[in-house]
C-alpha cells in the first residue's frame, strides 16, 4: 500500500495519516482507533501486528490470516468508553469483505482494555 493511498479503515484519511503510524508503533489514542487499525492489518495482511496489539492474556500463539478474503468496508455500529481517560472500552462493528463464495460480512462486539503500559489492546470480542 501507498502511503498516500485512502486507508482501509474508513475514516477518510490517507493511510500516512491515520492507521499508518499505528502500524509502525504509534499507540492508538482510543479503543475505536485501535479496532480501525486492526481492520486495516487484516484488509493488509498484517498478522504481526494483529498479535502485537492482542492482550498477552487472550493473544492465540499463531494467527493465520484467510488470504481468500479481501476485506473491503469497516462499519462501526457502537462505541463504548474507550476514551483517552477510560481503562476498558468496547466497539461493536460490522467489517465486509469478499471471498471466493461472494459477500462475507462478521459482525463483532470487540472489548478492549490499556496493558500495563497503557496502550490499548484488543482483549477478545462477540461475534454477533
Not at 501507498?2 to 490517507?14: E, I, L, M, Y
Not at 476485506?71 to 469483505?97: K, M, N, Q, S
Request: contains cysteine; aromatic residues 8%.
Amino acid at each position: 500500500m501507498n502511503d498516500q493511498d485512502p486507508c482501509p479503515c474508513g475514516r477518510g484519511a490517507v493511510y500516512a495519516e491515520c492507521c499508518g503510524p499505528l502500524h509502525a508503533g504509534d499507540p492508538a489514542p482510543t479503543a475505536e482507533r485501535l479496532m480501525r487499525s486492526r481492520f486495516s492489518a487484516f484488509a493488509l495482511g498484517d498478522g504481526a501486528y494483529l498479535l502485537a496489539s492482542w492482550a498477552a492474556e487472550t493473544r492465540p500463539a499463531q494467527l493465520d490470516l484467510d488470504d481468500g478474503v479481501e476485506w473491503r468496508r469497516l462499519l462501526i455500529r457502537d462505541v463504548t468508553a474507550g476514551g483517552p481517560a477510560d481503562r476498558t472500552g468496547r466497539v461493536a462493528f460490522t467489517a465486509v469483505g469478499r471471498g471466493p463464495e461472494g459477500r462475507v460480512e462478521l459482525r463483532e462486539r470487540s472489548r478492549f482494555a490499556r496493558d500495563e503500559a497503557g496502550r490499548w489492546v484488543y482483549v477478545d470480542g462477540d461475534i454477533e
